[in-house]
């Protein structure tokens, strides 16, 4: 708490600054995560290009194979398993694109939490929307507060108006 009871102020001045050491936390954590997804990104994308990789080369071998076995040149276990080898390359190339979807959407959610964790680390700094004077204090350092407690009351020292009643005479 910055400032006392009968303290003037002027506007953008700090008043209090609360305790953001969890949210500061939250941001490094949430930043970590970041790191973390783009890490992945990386290697999802280098294993979706070796799937792709496979499933070319599996796709070429099943084209020769079902060729050769039309030609009664290559036995039905080779067919079979160039049937198999192409399956498997293509699921290995659909696990790789959905492991990359995984990547990008854990790297979106890191950047939601960490762009959240400053915007509340942004409220940990109270200061003074207008010039003012300080009326009353109704926190001390170490109390506890929930959005929605009242910290301070402060008065517009600019629009203050005076009623006095006059007798007529």
Partial sequence: VLVQPGDRVRT??????????????????????GTVAERSIDAARIEQDAADAALTLAQATHRRIAALHERKTATPQEL????????????????????????????????????????????????????????????DPGNLVTPGTALLRMEDTRRFELEVRVDES
């Fill in 12 to 33: 953008g001045q700090v008043l209090l600054r609360l305790d953001d050491r969890d949210v500061t936390a939250a941001a490094r954590e949430a930043g970590a995560r």
């Fill in 80 to 139: 079979d398993q160039a049937v198999a080898n192409l399956k498997a390359a293509e699921a290995r190339a659909a696990r790789s694109r959905a492991a990359l979807s995984e990547a990008q959407a854990n790297l979106t959610a890191s950047k939601a939490a960490t762009d959240a964790a400053e915007v509340t680390s942004s409220h940990a700094t109270i200061v003074a929307p207008f010039d003012g004077l300080i009326t009353e204090k109704l926190v």
